[in-house]
């Protein structure tokens, strides 16, 4: 038994002298400003519109994907009446962004005119008092009854229809790259400037999703993909000679390896990482915020901050976590 512990001792030291070797020769991210394409989930819409465990949305891991959200629709702008065709631009009344779509200072000659016209026909349209007064009361009453209420209620959807357009930017990437372009899951970002030189922003646990498109729902899915084994550790960021002791490295291996995407095991990595933290810097924090910090300090600081990321293959990387 003895000799079989230093067998296993002697290979583990092996694997991590050969990790550490091919981590040497590729340049490490130390940001997710420099993947492709980064979503935080705490802009994800709210349930039922969209599903996500990792925000508790469930109680078990067996009830579903660990994302999903369907297509907003996003309905056109109210119709303009016949009196107002010629005095507003088309540009400003698709736009619910703004205050309020303006009147021009003149009619356009036809509703179909350049909108580069009708730009120059706005430069004093709040100025102007040659406007007719029929066309001014009509417009008044369109933007209060019709366009305002348009307006705020895309408002609301405009969030989740951007995030979808983002993840299915991602899925016909991952559909036709699948060998080198990779989507994951990313929790337990790491923002720190351990020195002038360095600045890291990155999430230490990861967990490679595949998307799932249903064309008749107009609906995405994320699951853990296929090749994936539970999460894994990705603190190739940080210089072999300051990371945790690997009792701690271990112990939060251990809980990746078997990770159910439970809401339980959601809570239990909070506290994971809140001690590898702990054993990473004596004044590093924790942080279970779900929103990405903006900046790093010269003290560690591990925020929850869940995100989905489109990337190159992280090569290294691969399977379940890296002892």
Not at 175 to 188: K, N, Q
Not at 240 to 268: C, N, Q, Y
Not at 270 to 287: F, K, V
Request: charged content about 25%; glycine content about 4%; aromatic content about 8%.
């Amino acid at each position: 038994m003895v000799g079989e512990a230093i067998i296993r001792d002697r290979a583990g030291r092996l694997y991590q002298f050969v990790r550490e070797l091919i981590l040497l020769r590729r340049s490490v991210v130390r940001s997710i400003d420099d993947y492709e394409l980064t979503i935080s989930l705490a802009d994800l819409p709210a349930y039922p519109n969209a599903y996500c465990t990792v925000r508790g949305d469930a109680e078990s891991a067996d009830v579903g994907p660990m994302l999903e959200i369907k297509c907003a629709r996003i309905d056109s702008y109210p119709t303009v009446p016949d009196i107002l065709a010629e005095w507003m631009d088309p540009k400003q009344l698709a736009d619910p962004g703004i205050d309020l779509p303006e009147l021009l200072a003149q009619p356009r000659a036809s509703a179909s005119e350049d909108f580069a016209i009708a730009d120059l026909a706005r430069e004093d349209a709040r100025v102007d008092d040659s406007t007719p007064d029929h066309v001014r009361s009509a417009w008044e009453r369109y933007v209060e009854d019709l366009w305002w209420p348009w307006a705020e209620r895309t408002r609301e959807i405009l969030p989740a229809k951007r995030i979808y357009d983002d993840l299915f930017r991602m899925y016909q990437r991952l559909e036709h790259l699948s060998e080198t372009y990779e989507v994951v899951l990313g929790v337990g970002m790491l923002t720190w400037r351990p020195s002038t030189s360095v600045t890291i922003k990155r999430h230490l646990v990861t967990v490679s999703l595949s998307v799932e498109f249903d064309p008749r729902r107009q609906q995405l899915s994320l699951h853990p993909s296929l090749q994936s084994h539970g999460a894994r550790l990705e603190d190739d960021v940080l210089d072999p000679s300051i990371r945790p002791v690997s009792e701690v490295r271990k112990t939060l291996m251990d809980l990746l390896e078997t990770f159910d995407h439970s809401r339980d095991a959601w809570s239990m990595l909070g506290r994971r990482l809140q001690e590898y933290g702990n054993a990473l810097h004596a004044g590093a924090t924790y942080d279970a915020a779900i929103s990405v910090p903006t900046a790093a300090a010269a003290l560690p600081v591990i925020t929850f901050a869940p995100t989905v990321s489109a990337r190159g293959v992280m090569k290294g990387f691969s399977g379940s976590s890296i002892r």
